[in-house]
């Protein structure tokens, strides 16, 4: 499976920006996904994760109510929406994947994901 996201960018405080995971591939629509972020000198964290099917969706508390992960399995494409954004927000955004046994199976491990993206950057300013 080949990962790449899109849409990162600069914003200001409180704007909101919606990233792009387009996956390819050997069926993608098989595969748990999730989003990761990376700043600068801390380590990979979780941010949000969806089951194959789509159903069953879980965000790091870090980013509820603010960010939401969608997918569409007829595009092979992970969205992640992110609103209010703040400058803690500022780091690498990360697309994941790794074959889900079950249509309700998702991870929020980082070591649960077989592949991944190149990343995309998401600035916010204050």
Not at 7 to 29: D, F, K, Y
Not at 55 to 67: C, E, L, N, P, Y
């Amino acid at each position: 499976v080949q990962l790449v996201e899109s849409g990162g960018g600069l914003v200001q405080a409180g704007g909101s920006l919606r990233l792009s995971c387009a996956a390819s591939g050997r069926t993608p629509s098989s595969y748990a996904m999730g989003w990761f972020r990376q700043a600068p000198g801390k380590e990979r964290e979780f941010v949000a994760a969806i089951s194959r099917s789509g159903t069953i969706t879980s965000h790091a508390d870090s980013v509820k109510g603010r960010f939401t992960i969608s997918r569409d399995n007829a595009k092979n494409t992970v969205y992640l929406q992110m609103s209010s954004l703040a400058p803690e927000d500022t780091a690498v955004y990360y697309c994941a994947a790794t074959f889900a046994p079950s249509g309700t199976a998702y991870y929020a491990g980082r070591d649960r994901y077989a592949y991944w993206g190149q990343g995309t950057q998401v600035t916010v300013s204050s």
